[in-house]
């Protein structure tokens, strides 16, 4: 789950890292009033996404009248993909310095690895592709947490003109941010350095690991819901796992593990994943359901469909989608692959009702959508 910035900040503070006073507004009125006893105020557009400064969304005003036009002008912007309905107004701070500090999951060394730079307040990726260099990273052992001696050495020659001690103080504070609230990132871009001295966090980044939100109730309630398409609010009412993408192959297996191995398969086999959608556990009850999500994506040009019984039956999951089969009628390119637990008879069930073969294997059958899929690019909605 995504916070905004206005909700990561308060998670900063509690670690002991200080961040502007200010408020959050929902109207130009309210946006003044927060502005009045702070004087001069950055407004800033709270929207789940980046680069909110280059689409105007950041505005400094020097007082409460200015900040009321600054609020009229960025709510009801879009950026991204995102309507501006709240701001954050903040008081504007003198600073001299910009860094970029953040700890996150590495899937590399499979822990968290805290990172900073000198080349903070701008984009930090593509600064550090033309500077390897200036982005200082290390790997934590989650089970004992950094160490200070460790971040001090971390930070040495990075030019930071003595203030390495208090920038790995505040390391290790935001490490302790990222841990207790589960994230997956914490981020702070810009760090700032006050003209008064001092380290202060000017935004916040924060996601937070989705399995811990119920650990996490309150401060889950400040988060962001990820943005559904209209077929993943359809499949979410249904109470079915599935996420809409960019490709042209449907995809329907079961269980979570395996539906992502046969999108992977695909992907190997040069062809993109429309959607994931797993139907193991109660779910396989749901084919007609499940077939109607895949077969209502216009993208959809071939399905590759891949059960692998254990527990789960194959037989049992085959029945359910031949049911939605025979129903909905869909004139699609399919192609099957089914393994395992009742698969003598989903075979048998396959060629009986609908006269196919399953493939081989799975790569044979994700292959088969592939060509399909690409066969039929420049044809109209598969359905």
Not at 167 to 183: E, S, T
Request: proline content about 5%.
């Amino acid at each position: 789950m995504n916070f905004e910035e206005h909700a990561g900040k308060p998670l900063l503070k509690a670690a002991g890292i200080p961040v502007p006073n200010g408020g959050v507004a929902t109207t130009a009125d309210q946006a003044a009033d927060i502005a009045a006893p702070l004087g001069k105020v950055a407004v800033k557009a709270q929207v789940p996404t980046g680069k909110r400064g280059k689409a105007g969304g950041i505005k400094i005003a020097d007082d409460a009248a200015a900040a009321k036009a600054a609020a009229q002008a960025i709510l009801g912007m879009t950026i991204g993909e995102h309507v501006v309905e709240k701001v954050l107004v903040e008081q504007a701070t003198a600073f001299t310095r910009e860094f970029y500090a953040a700890v996150i999951n590495d899937p590399e060394t499979k822990g968290p690895k805290i990172l900073f730079s000198t080349l903070g307040g701008m984009d930090v990726e593509e600064a550090a592709e033309q500077d390897p260099n200036a982005m200082r990273s290390l790997a934590v052992d989650i089970r004992h947490g950094p160490d200070l001696s460790h971040v001090r050495a971390m930070l040495d020659g990075a030019g930071l003109d003595g203030l390495e001690d208090q920038v790995a103080g505040l390391l290790m504070k935001l490490y302790d941010a990222y841990r207790a609230n589960d994230a997956e990132l914490m981020e702070i871009n810009p760090l700032a350095v006050m003209a008064a001295g001092g380290l202060i966090a000017l935004d916040c980044k924060f996601t937070m690991d989705d399995s811990a939100i119920p650990r996490h109730e309150e401060t889950a309630k400040s988060g962001t819901p990820d943005k559904l398409t209209g077929l993943e609010a359809k499949g979410k009412e249904l109470d079915l796992k599935y996420i809409e993408l960019e490709g042209d192959v449907g995809v329907i297996a079961n269980g979570a593990g395996l539906t992502m191995t046969t999108m992977d398969v695909v992907r190997h086999h040069g062809g993109t994943p429309a959607n994931f959608l797993e139907i193991g556990g109660e779910s396989y009850t749901k084919g007609t359901e499940a077939l109607s999500l895949v077969l209502d994506n216009p993208k959809v040009k071939s399905l590759v469909i891949n059960f692998c019984g254990a527990f789960a039956r194959t037989d049992v999951m085959t029945d359910g989608i031949l049911k939605a089969w025979e129903e909905l009628k869909p004139t699609l390119p399919t192609f099957w692959s089914v393994h395992g637990t009742g698969d003598v008879e989903a075979v048998a069930m396959l060629k009986e009702r609908i006269g196919v073969d399953p493939l081989p294997d799975m790569s044979a059958a994700c292959k088969a959508a592939v060509d399909a899929a690409k066969a039929n690019k420049n044809k109209g909605a598969a359905k």
